[in-house]
Nanobody
Framework: QVHLVESGGGLVQAGGSLRLSCAAS????????WGWFRQAPGKEREFVAA????????WYATSVNGRFTISRDNAKNTMDLQMNRLNPKAAAAYYC?????????????????WGQGTQVTVSS
């Protein structure tokens, strides 16, 4: 099992930036894909970005492509999500997820381990 802890959420003005981090412990060598998802009140959890631990390839939701970047910080041993040019629609709880068994996926059902989430609020 993998234990995930997110950090870096907060309040930001529209157009601003935030950097989320996901620290993992446990069987981290078993993680095949890292993912970031978000969930706004009353909405379903949606895919944001993913990164393969094997190839380094990345995938993004259309709504964030070009503004968000998922990356591995080897010095801090975290998986980060840099979010630029934020708009109020980005406000949500953001969750880090780890997939230990599957090929990279945009489906939340494919992921095995989840963090508790970190809240992002964007003021207009």
């Amino acid at each position: 099992q993998v234990h995930l802890v997110e950090s870096g959420g907060g309040l930001v003005q529209a157009g601003g930036s935030l950097r989320l981090s996901c620290a993992a412990s446990g069987r981290t060598s078993s993680i095949k894909t890292w993912g970031w998802f978000r969930q706004a009140p009353g909405k379903e959890r949606e895919f944001v970005a993913a990164r393969s631990s094997i190839t380094g390839n990345t995938w993004y939701a259309t709504s964030v492509n070009g503004r968000f970047t998922i990356s591995r910080d080897n010095a801090k041993n975290t998986m980060d999500l840099q979010m630029n040019r934020l708009n109020p629609k980005a406000a949500a709880a953001y969750y880090c997820a780890a997939d230990r068994d599957h090929l990279p996926s945009r489906s939340a059902n494919s992921y095995d381990d989840w963090g508790q989430g970190t809240q992002v609020t964007v003021s207009s």
